[in-house]
């Protein structure tokens, strides 16, 4: 028997830094109608570019619905990343 999570939420913030603004500029506009059309049942997230930088923002029910967001944004960033290295 499974017992239930004392976790209320989870909440968390993310910082993916990229070499150069060019860079996370591809990466953020190829991913950013991701995390604007993800279902969010029981998890939210947000991105912002800031130069370099990536920031996702989570706020997840349950650590379950906090991990499945954490592994869709690693793999958008990664896919957006492995095809623009097959572009350049």
Do not use: C, G, H
């Not at 993916?16 to 990466?27: L, S």
């Not at 995390?35 to 997230?45: I, V």
């Not at 690693?74 to 290295?85: P, T, V, Y």
């Amino acid at each position: 028997m499974i017992e239930e999570s004392p976790l209320e939420s989870v909440k968390s913030d993310i910082v993916v830094e990229f070499e150069n603004a060019d860079q996370a500029k591809i990466v953020y506009d190829s991913i950013i109608l991701e995390f604007e059309t993800a279902p969010d049942f029981r998890s939210s997230m947000t991105i912002e570019l800031d130069d370099s930088k990536i920031m996702i923002n989570i706020d997840a029910e349950d650590s379950t619905s906090f991990r499945a967001s954490v592994n869709s944004a690693i793999k958008w960033i990664n896919l957006a990343l492995q095809i623009n290295n097959l572009t350049i």
